[in-house]
């Protein structure tokens, strides 16, 4: 991806699903574009669209129709058909993911667990997995398992492990829907943070407070970004 460039370009996606025989339009046509560097929040109830604009931003699913460009690349439009190889290996070396569940591997510790999205590169990153740990403020909690970690821990490790391949664009579902309002706080600094540094950050969320966080909101509902 050259400088200056989007690291998200959307024109007039669309998603509809089939549902028996009822076809459900998850989104109507949307418009969302993001700069390196930027940090934007997708404000909206449940049910509006967030989770399947991610979805479509982040590769893990393709539009019904409409232009997607994602870190340079073509993914809908134009006669762009790209390849789940081609999709997965966009994800690996441009996308982190951070979801409000942590999605953490139980049996593994918190190194591990970081290193987790290298093992489809066949390598370990300890010294940077160890680097991002003591990031987040987690240098005391290197072997501890999920288990052994508070929900704000977890959720820092999950934010590690999104850093890992140093991506592009930094994607977070509801990352703080289960946290307390101080762990929220310092989770959502770290996010203010990286976009600082360059990484463009698109959150996820119906907390009308986490606006005040972000560069730039798109206010979405019944699948449509709303005009401000």
């Known amino acids: 991806m050259n ?3 989007y690291v998200i370009q959307a024109r007039d996606l669309v998603k509809t699903y089939t549902v028996g025989k009822r076809r459900v339009e998850a989104l ?3 418009d969302v574009s993001l700069a390196p560097g930027e940090f934007a929040v997708l404000l909206g109830p449940s049910g509006a669209g967030k989770t399947t ?3 479509l931003v982040g590769c893990l699913d393709l539009p019904t129709s409409g232009d997607l460009t994602v870190a340079g690349h073509p993914i809908s439009g134009n006669g762009a058909r790209p ?3 081609a999709l997965d290996l ?3 070396q441009h996308i982190g993911f951070i979801f409000a569940d942590f999605n953490l591997l139980l049996t593994l510790t918190a190194m591990e667990n970081v290193q987790v999205p290298l093992i489809w590169r066949d390598a370990t990153a300890p010294g940077r997995a160890r680097q991002l740990l003591e990031r987040v403020g987690l240098a005391h909690r290197l072997t501890h ?3 052994e970690l508070s929900g ?4 820092r490790v999950a934010v590690a492990r999104a850093l890992i391949n140093q991506p592009d664009l930094l994607l977070a579902d509801e990352p703080t829907a289960n946290l307390d309002t101080r762990t929220r706080d310092e989770i959502l600094e770290l996010l203010a943070e990286l976009s600082t540094e360059g990484v463009a950050v698109l959150l996820a969320t119906h907390d009308h407070e986490l606006a005040d966080r972000a560069d ?7 699948g449509v970004i709303a005009d401000d």
């Open 90 to 92: 966009l994800r690996r």
């Open 53 to 55: 604009t991610l979805n």
């Open 83 to 85: 390849t789940e190889a």
């Open 216 to 222: 730039t909101v798109l206010r979405i509902e019944d």
């Open 3 to 5: 400088d200056g460039e």
């Open 145 to 147: 398992r999920p288990d």
């Open 28 to 30: 109507r046509g949307i």
């Open 152 to 155: 704000g821990e977890m959720q």
